[in-house]
């Protein structure tokens, strides 16, 4: 039985929304900076095998079980771009949210087709090794909206409009974000593997 999970992440905000939903399964989870991990490359084409490689790379620094993620935006209309590349999507000197923003709004500003989702892939591993890691995933799908609105999330939130809820998603509260996002979608299928092994 999983008892400690080492999070492939160094982002609090992600700890905290990862503690808080395995809080209930009485499993905790710590943060790879405990475990000095050094952060891992992420040189693959698919956020599956990215995620999976930060995984093991925790889980064998650590020696303990290793949940990492790998998520991003995903635009129709520019062959699935930015995908992995989400948070580098306009270069790496510094990476920017406006930047990356900016850069999506101007390639789409010709296209009539501003579908696009956000996609969010979980995996855990037992041990490093784990032949048999869990996988879950979370598609979320929303329009693209050139003109940015909302104060609350972070990176393509301001431009990810709803239609169902008529906002974008940095316009919800974080609550009912946490609860119907991309994220959440691939949490609540990940749970449900773990609790079925």
């Known amino acids: 039985m999983l008892q400690k999970i080492v999070l492939a992440s160094n982002n609090a905000g992600k700890l905290r929304e990862f503690s808080a939903l395995f809080a209930a399964q009485h499993i905790e989870i710590l943060p790879q900076s405990a475990f000095n991990v050094p952060e891992c490359p992420e040189p693959h084409i698919t956020f599956v095998e990215n995620a999976l490689a930060k995984a093991r790379h925790a889980s064998r620094v650590s020696g303990l079980p290793a949940l990492a993620d790998d998520s991003g935006i995903c635009v129709n209309a520019l062959g699935g771009a930015p995908g992995v590349l989400s948070a580098r999507f306009a270069g790496d000197n510094p990476k920017s949210d406006a930047a990356n923003n900016a850069k999506v709004s101007a390639e789409l500003a010709n296209k009539s087709d501003k579908s696009c989702y956000y996609v969010c892939v979980l995996v855990l591993v037992r041990h490093a090794d784990d032949p048999q890691p869990i996988i879950a995933e979370g598609i979320w799908r929303g329009t693209w909206q050139p003109e940015a609105a909302g104060e609350h999330g972070f990176g393509y939130d301001p431009h990810f409009y709803l239609p169902e809820q008529g906002c974008t998603a940095a316009?919800?509260?974080?609550?009912?974000?946490?609860?119907?996002?991309?994220?959440?979608?691939?949490?609540?299928?990940?749970l449900a593997k773990i609790q079925a092994a």
């Open 171 to 190: 316009e919800m509260s974080p609550e009912l974000k946490n609860s119907v996002s991309h994220r959440a979608l691939a949490l609540r299928e990940l």
